[in-house]
């Protein structure tokens, strides 16, 4: 029997290693990372995965040196006028998560732009978590629920998991199957906590932008290997 997999969770780590090995500004790795991110969304595509969640700028990456943060934007700025294109093309539906007043304007406008352009497209979805922390989404889901309980719109008796997760800048997307983090380190970065409460685990020592669809599959062909209990016996 295969476990089910319809949805996996990426933290892209490693850029910065991958760059300082190469004696290469911080921002070299950025770049690089973002043309892997086109490649894994087509493989993931391909591969059968009907979600792909991608952690690109965390709420905690502001505190990140001027130069690197306006080199992440810039970068952002050209994927978001030519690059995810190809991802368009590709029938790849394009969701942005996360805080979207901590970023600039001209950026907001393009990603809304982009969304509302795929919204009908079917073969994968995509999230891309930029200026995003789990904790500020989860306060963020209960100051909603707060204000709506308050002015009579829901009852306490109709808060369950499911009106929950509608809550949340997830909302429609399956939680994760599968969480995988690159470049060694094994942690969750405030990433997904509501979402990622039965998800299998891989972690790999590649740094992101050595990241490939081999390895995507490698991983893939593992996480079929687990038996997923739920907390069952
Ligand atoms: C973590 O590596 C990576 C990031 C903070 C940024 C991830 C961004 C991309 C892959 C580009 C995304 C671009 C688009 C267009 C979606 P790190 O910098 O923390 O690496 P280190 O731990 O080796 O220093």
């Given at each position: 029997m295969t476990n089910k997999l319809e949805h996996i969770a990426v933290i892209m780590d490693g850029n910065g290693r991958w760059a300082a090995k190469r004696g290469l500004p911080r921002n070299a790795g950025h770049k690089k990372g973002a043309e892997v991110v086109i490649e894994v969304a087509k493989a993931a595509k391909e591969l059968g995965v009907k979600f792909l969640t991608l952690?690109?700028?965390?709420?905690?990456?502001?505190?990140?040196?001027r130069e690197e943060v306006d080199g992440l934007m810039n970068l952002l700025r050209e994927y978001l006028a030519k690059d995810f294109k190809e991802l368009k093309e590709n029938d790849v539906r394009i969701r942005f998560i996360g805080e979207?007043?901590?970023?600039?304007d001209d950026i907001v406008a393009k990603m809304e732009e982009l969304e509302k352009s795929t919204?009908?497209?079917?073969s994968l979805g995509l999230q891309i978590a930029l200026s995003y922390g789990s904790r500020q989404e989860i306060l963020h889901a209960v100051k909603q629920i707060a204000a709506e309980v308050k002015s009579g719109d829901i009852s306490l008796k109709d808060i369950d998991e499911q009106t929950f997760s509608a809550m949340l800048y997830t909302a429609g997307v399956p939680d994760p199957d599968l969480v995988i983090r690159t470049s060694g380190e094994q942690r969750?970065?405030?990433?997904?906590l509501w979402q990622i409460a039965y998800a299998e685990f891989f972690f790999t020592k590649t740094l992101w932008p050595d990241f490939n669809k081999n390895e995507l599959r490698e991983i893939i062909e593992n996480y079929q290997t687990r038996e997923r209990r739920y907390g069952k016996a």
């Open positions: 952690y690109a700028f965390s709420t905690e990456n502001w505190k990140r040196s979207r007043q901590m970023l600039a919204a009908q497209n079917k969750i970065s405030n990433y997904l």
